[in-house]
């Protein structure tokens, strides 16, 4: 009897980052049949402020803050590569399980990791649980130049003393004109959209997108953030992990047939 074709079997998707989230996501989708098309659209640069950043890692290293937050896996890198230190007494909250196991792989404890939704707004969702409602904490949030200030904000109207520091800029990567061709000749059967910077260098660079390519977005703020910039969705990934957005693939793949 023939083994049960995969459910991407010809299916080719372009994933738009790299370095190891790029090559977990790449074996991921032959596992389930699909060609990747790994291009890095975003990469990641220091800081335009590093004195601020350097000061903000002293008065941690200091014991000045109760709390840290980290939400992403970059935000770890740059914690390695300034050889942060983190007292026993101040408390680190990761947003989701991608940064969490970022911060245990580099060596840091993980105190709080959003149980249903990972995102910023889970995170303040089961803060004062966690803190069991001690108001004002000292808080240290480490972000994105470019990123939102749910979280910074969020601590602050519940009466915390948030000191909120850009930890790392996110940029554009020009894609190759090859990629560029094979997107607009419809080649690509799917786009992964992993963020609001990644939806943005997904409609400069490769939009309009073809109606016959899948763009499956990670999230519902991720997808808010898509049309945003003008990146038409298809797709939302049920759970914000790389796992649920090829599921999310595969369920569009298996309705097409």
Same mark, same amino acid.
């Given at each position: 009897?023939?083994?049960?074709?995969?459910?991407?079997?010809?299916?080719?998707?372009?994933?738009?980052?790299?370095?190891?989230?790029?090559? %977990?996501? &790449?074996?991921?989708?032959?596992?389930?049949?699909?060609?990747?098309?790994?291009?890095?659209?975003?990469?990641?640069?220091?800081?335009?402020?590093?004195?601020?950043?350097?000061?903000?890692?002293?008065?941690?290293?200091?014991?000045?803050?109760?709390?840290?937050?980290?939400?992403?896996?970059?935000?770890?890198?740059?914690?390695? &590569?300034?050889?942060?230190?983190?007292?026993?007494?101040?408390?680190?909250? &990761?947003?989701?399980?991608?940064?969490?196991?970022?911060?245990?792989?580099?060596?840091?404890?993980?105190?709080?990791?959003?149980?249903?939704?990972?995102? &910023?707004?889970?995170?303040?969702?089961?803060?004062?649980?966690?803190?069991?409602?001690?108001?004002?904490?000292?808080?240290?949030?480490?972000?994105?130049?470019?990123?939102?200030?749910?979280?910074?904000?969020?601590?602050?109207?519940?009466?915390?003393?948030?000191?909120?520091?850009?930890?790392?800029?996110?940029?554009?990567?020009?894609?190759?004109?090859?990629?560029?061709?094979?997107?607009?000749?419809?080649?690509?059967?799917?786009?992964?959209?992993?963020?609001?910077?990644?939806?943005?260098?997904?409609?400069?660079?490769?939009?309009?997108?073809?109606?016959?390519?899948?763009?499956?977005?990670?999230?519902?703020? %991720?997808?808010?953030?898509?049309?945003?910039?003008?990146?038409?969705?298809?797709?939302?990934?049920?759970?914000?992990?790389?796992?649920?957005?090829?599921?999310?693939?595969?369920?569009?793949?298996?309705?097409?047939?």
């Amino acid at each position: 009897m023939a083994a049960a074709q995969k459910p991407l079997t010809g299916w080719r998707v372009l994933v738009p980052r790299g370095g190891p989230w790029g090559d %977990t996501v &790449a074996a991921d989708l032959r596992a389930v049949g699909a060609t990747p098309v790994v291009a890095p659209m975003i990469n990641f640069a220091p800081t335009d402020d590093a004195p601020a950043l350097e000061a903000a890692l002293s008065r941690l290293a200091n014991a000045e803050f109760d709390w840290l937050t980290v939400t992403s896996a970059t935000t770890v890198d740059v914690l390695s &590569a300034w050889r942060a230190s983190v007292p026993a007494s101040t408390r680190i909250a &990761a947003v989701g399980e991608t940064t969490a196991a970022a911060l245990v792989a580099a060596g840091y404890k993980v105190d709080l990791v959003p149980s249903e939704d990972n995102s &910023a707004r889970g995170l303040l969702a089961e803060w004062e649980a966690a803190t069991k409602g001690v108001v004002p904490l000292r808080v240290l949030t480490l972000r994105s130049e470019i990123a939102k200030p749910l979280l910074t904000e969020g601590l602050k109207r519940i009466g915390h003393e948030v000191s909120s520091v850009v930890a790392y800029r996110t940029v554009g990567v020009p894609v190759a004109e090859k990629v560029v061709d094979d997107v607009a000749s419809g080649r690509v059967n799917a786009i992964l959209v992993t963020s609001g910077s990644v939806a943005e260098q997904v409609q400069q660079q490769l939009g309009p997108i073809p109606d016959g390519t899948v763009v499956a977005a990670i999230g519902p703020r %991720t997808a808010k953030d898509a049309r945003a910039v003008g990146l038409r969705v298809d797709v939302i990934a049920d759970e914000r992990s790389a796992e649920s957005l090829i599921d999310a693939v595969v369920r569009v793949a298996s309705a097409g047939e």
